[in-house]
């Protein structure tokens, strides 16, 4: 009776062990937490060469998007090949901390995603993390005619890789995600 005690106290004390190294995804093997970073500005440049449009989101706040503000420089052209950089950065920190470096650090750990409703419109994903699965830092964006709509961007953490390119199926948490208003000319 008492062997059969001490066998379950074991597996109690191993289901346990497991349970407690699992609870924490924000625990990585080279010994550092996931600090989740104040992301304050979401600026995502497009340039074919000699027309460069910039979709900039800047909440200074850091949570209040009721004061947040959306600008875009200009419309597309249409049947245009852009070159996209998106960059974030936390601007309540003096000089602006650039969270863009850190994310590509741990390329890894996170992916961007881009979606759009304006038909024609199509986003590549150009750079790769050291597994060579896509990060989304560097883009390729692709019009086609002439159109309105929206173009999403979200960084999401820790997402599955690889995936089929959509955010909702590849799961993780999401970092930042911003909205704004396209138009294709």
């Known amino acids: 009776m008492k062997n059969l005690q001490t066998i379950k106290l074991i597996a109690v004390l191993f289901i346990s062990s497991i349970l407690l190294s699992s609870c924490s995804d924000d625990h990585h093997e080279d010994g550092h937490d996931h600090e989740?970073?104040?992301i304050t500005t979401v600026t995502y440049t497009l340039s074919n060469?000699?027309?460069?449009?910039m979709l900039k989101f800047q909440d200074l706040t850091g949570g209040s998007i009721d004061d947040a503000t959306y600008e875009v420089s200009g419309p597309l052209n249409a049947?245009?090949?852009?070159?996209?950089?998106?960059e974030l950065l936390n601007e309540t920190e003096s000089p602006a901390d650039n969270i863009t470096m850190e994310v590509k650090a741990e390329g890894d750990e996170h992916e961007f995603f881009?979606?759009?409703s304006v038909i024609g419109v199509l986003i590549s994903k150009t750079d790769t993390d050291v597994n060579g699965n896509p990060i989304g830092i560097e883009t390729s964006l692709t019009t086609g005619n002439a159109?309105?709509?929206t173009l999403t961007i979200i960084l999401k953490h820790e997402p599955t890789k690889p995936n089929n390119g959509v955010s909702d199926a590849a799961g993780g948490s999401t970092d930042a995600e911003v909205?704004?208003?396209?138009?294709?000319?």
């Open 179 to 185: 909205t704004f208003n396209i138009t294709v000319q």
């Open 147 to 149: 159109g309105a709509g």
């Open 114 to 116: 881009y979606l759009s």
């Open 36 to 38: 989740e970073e104040l």
């Open 79 to 86: 049947n245009t090949i852009y070159t996209g950089s998106v």
């Open 49 to 53: 060469g000699s027309d460069v449009v």
